[in-house]
């Protein structure tokens, strides 16, 4: 999967030039689509990892720069043909409805890239607060059991009866441990 952005540059003078501009840009776009379709399938069974978030906002963000690219080649196309035709004409207005659905476009990428971050930061902070509270249980000399119960409870899971003081009557839980157990802790949490 190729992580450089896509750029286009354009020096723009005449409509067909305008056309040409925006048909390139889409052709960016089509082929960012296809980039996201690619993450979307590779992450399906695993949508919500801190690895498929990530790869979702590269596509995305490098979706809204090429978006805005678009954005910029159609503001110029408008004043233009307002500029030559006047604003009542039909090929203005056609402008103007291209450049609103793509500003609409744009501001619709935005938003997801706005949750995505969102999720990413949650699914990363979940994470942390897992692997922190067992280092922390581990220096205060907890047992295993005590913490399995506070990190399946954390997990909507609870232990059978009698576990947890079993578990601390076999094993103390030291740093190493604690690191092993909140990874598989995290890749499960999250």
Do not use: C, H
């Not at 990892?49 to 990530?54: E, I, W």
């Not at 196309?77 to 307002?82: C, I, N, Q, R, V």
């Not at 000399?141 to 009557?169: M, R, W």
């Amino acid at each position: 999967m190729a992580t450089q952005p896509i750029k286009t540059r354009f020096e723009l003078d005449g409509e067909q030039e305008y056309k040409a501009a925006v048909s390139e840009i889409n052709a960016s776009l089509r082929v960012l689509n296809s980039e996201m379709k690619l993450v979307s399938a590779q992450f399906a069974t695993n949508a919500d990892s801190v690895d498929a978030l990530t790869a979702r906002s590269d596509v995305l963000t490098r979706q809204i720069l090429t978006q805005k690219e678009k954005v910029e080649a159609l503001q110029a196309a408008l004043k233009d043909s307002a500029d030559r035709y006047g604003e009542a004409d039909d090929r203005t207005k056609r402008w103007q409805t291209t450049l609103n659905n793509a500003e609409a476009e744009l501001a619709k990428m935005e938003q997801q890239l706005q949750s995505n971050t969102e999720a990413l930061s949650d699914a990363s902070s979940g994470i942390d607060t897992l692997d922190g509270g067992l280092l922390d249980a581990a220096e205060s000399g907890q047992g295993l059991g005590d913490v399995l119960d506070d990190l399946t409870g954390k997990l909507g899971i609870n232990l059978p009866e009698g576990a947890t003081s079993t578990l601390n009557s076999m094993v103390s839980l030291d740093g190493g441990l604690a690191l092993l157990i909140g990874s598989f802790a995290a890749a499960t949490a999250v």
